[in-house]
Nanobody, 114 residues
Framework: QVQLVESGGGLVQPGGSLSVSCAVS????????MAWYRQAPGKQREWVAT???????NYLDSVKGRFTISRDNAKNTVYLQMNSLNPEDTAVYYC????????WGQGIRVTVSS
């Protein structure tokens, strides 16, 4: 069974940076795409960023220019580098992968607060 394990979350001050990682139990090149979603308190889960198997990326408008999704195929890991964080970025961030089925990580909390 495919496992996605997020790490790297925590507390950061507004304007700061944080990187979260997603370690996958299988080769990530086999997935059509990898993505990050987030769910803020009291809100629905929303898509944040996607990286396709060919390396193309797409971002939610509100994070464009601040967040960068990347992948290391050798480490079977996907990253989300988050810069210029603001309190509206506070959420549980989920790693997501798609192949024949859809897979989700357990989520990791990111809190932006002074």
């Amino acid at each position: 069974q495919v496992q996605l394990v997020e790490s790297g979350g925590g507390l950061v001050q507004p304007g700061g940076s944080l990187s979260v990682s997603c370690a996958v139990s299988e080769s990530i090149v086999s997935f059509s795409y990898m993505a990050w979603y987030r769910q803020a308190p009291g809100k629905q889960r929303e898509w944040v960023a996607t990286i396709l198997s060919g390396g193309s990326t797409n971002y939610l408008d509100s994070v464009k220019g601040r967040f960068t999704i990347s992948r290391d195929n050798a480490k079977n890991t996907v990253y989300l580098q988050m810069n210029s964080l603001n309190p509206e970025d506070t959420a549980v961030y989920y790693c997501h992968a798609a192949r024949l089925y859809l897979y989700w990580g357990q989520g990791i909390r990111v809190t932006v607060s002074s």
